[in-house]
């Protein structure tokens, strides 16, 4: 029997005579069987449509095939793995994702932790019953842009920043085409917009778990607001910002598709080309799937590693 | 002094909550354009300022999108989606996050991280050789390729927010009902499950916002039109001569509605999902 069962074995005991060894031994065999039969349908689903497809994928990208040209699947050796140096695209790709993702990012997690920052300032000194509500639906406000399917809020986003049809370009006073002519600043202010909110909860959280006493005895010691922003709030809450950070970068990094897709699809030019976008391209467009599955391996890699590597960093931490 | 120390504290305050006022606007502009858009005749849409107020509203591009976008098939298609993919995901991601928080055998731990894994997997790579093996299925344009597609991401999210809720429950419980010869799985299902009812209505939420919203498996796997979900059914919209912005406006208003609904209505579960980490 593993150690760490041993204190619960004892509390049950507090009434009735604890069970014996062999009572012990004979659930523990029924517990590790119990413990298969409910993890094993969802280990067999991934398995079946995550993992089998992703070691096809490796042999995919082995492999020449072009359902355009022909139906047949060709061994191709390992030009498909080392175009991915050569090739222009995906170069400039990763540039554009990085570029995105570190711009995103770093707006997100500053405007959400200024917001949650400020929005619990109301939450704690508003507190009649119309302070109550205003604070609510500010809650119900930032809710929304998380709640809207990225597609939607895309072509909206796409119309707003219009030269002619886009009120932005009205209430500026100008006739800019932004999606043209700064494509890449666009999606990164619609990512923003998108997942904002979503820093912003979590820090909201965290800066609403910080010990009323801490800001109590600044307060005593004559500390003013700007003073206990840098010397109480920031520094409680600056590891979870931290890794909200390095989560959303990964996330944005291997996930950002739809919002690129319905705005510039990737255009002009390469500009907006992320990686996911040049997957999707590479098989769906071009109908390459080997190249494709040479691209998809990377990007796997990529985020697999830095995942994975962030698992192992939270676990040390804890 | 002590008052006018409160009195700055609060105006403080307030300054915050016009800031917040600010941002909160531009957190709802997109939504509100699109039910400004949508109602807007065609003229106005196209030849008057784009905040100009229109002279009369209209619903003729909501009901364009039933005559000619087959929004009444997409409707069904993405609530049939939305639905199995809570089914699903909720009871096999329901039943594993309770073996992982309850039923610890040798290997899983190793199968807890293979799920973890699975959660950080690109989509857009996962979707090129499933699409293939669809085909080959004969499952592309059908909704069963797409729900197995959004299910497997969904999954170990599931698990993942399932796991800390059972863990909560308390072991006492559990423990008396199995003395009274109940098998584990009576346990789970009788004892369990209405204890971590709060867990389970949050990964009810994520679960649906997951197939509602998804966009790239139908359209990758679903070129017909009549088994699209709305998400792919939007970009139908935007052909190479034009975009339809009336009907794209008002298709992108049914499509959000019933998540922002669902989310004002379960906000406390949506936030409760709010964490970072592996």
Redesign the interface.
Known sequence: MSSPRRPETRRRGRGAPSPGPAVVHRSSRRRRLAGIAFTLPSMLFVGAVMAYPLVYLGYMALHTYRPLTSSEITPAGLSNVTALFTDSTVRSSLRVTLQFTLASVAIEVVVGTACAILLANVMLRLRGRLGRLFSRALASAFIVPFAVPAVAGAYAWRMMLDAQLGPVNQLLGTSIPWLVEHPLLSIIVIDAWKMTPFVLFVMLAAVMSIEPSQYEAAALDGAGPVRTLFSITLPSILPIMLVTGAFRAVDAFTKVFDTVFATTGGGPGDDTRVLPLVIWRTAFTHLDFGSASAQALLALVISLGFGVALMVLQRRNR | MRLTFQAR??L???A??A???V?????????A??AF?SAKPETD??SR???SMPDELTGAHYANLFDQFHFGSSITNSVAIAAATVA?SVL??G??A???A?????G?GV?LA????????????????????MQRLGLLNSLSGVI??V??LN??FV?WILKPFFEQVP??VE?AAELDGLS??RV?FRIVLPLALPGLMTAVLYSF?AG??D??FP??FITDSTVMPL?SS??QMQTGYRIY?GE??A??IV??LP??L???AL?KY??RG?????
């Open positions: 504290r609060r403080g305050a307030a915050a909550g800031a917040l006022t941002v909160a606007l531009v957190m709802l502009a997109p939504m354009w699109m858009v849409i196209f300022a784009p905040l699903i096999l991601g039943l594993a309770y073996g992982f309850r039923y610890p055998w040798r899983s199968a293979f799920l973890i894994v699975a959660r950080m997997v690109t989509p857009a790579a996962l979707v090129v050789p499933l699409y293939t093996i197995v597609g299910t497997v999954l170990p698990v072991k006492e423990e584990p799985a789970f916002l509602w919203t966009l790239l359209m990758t998400t939007l970009l912005w794209l406006m298709g992108g499509l959000t998540p922002v669902l989310c004002f906000q949506l936030l709010l964490r970072t980490g592996y």
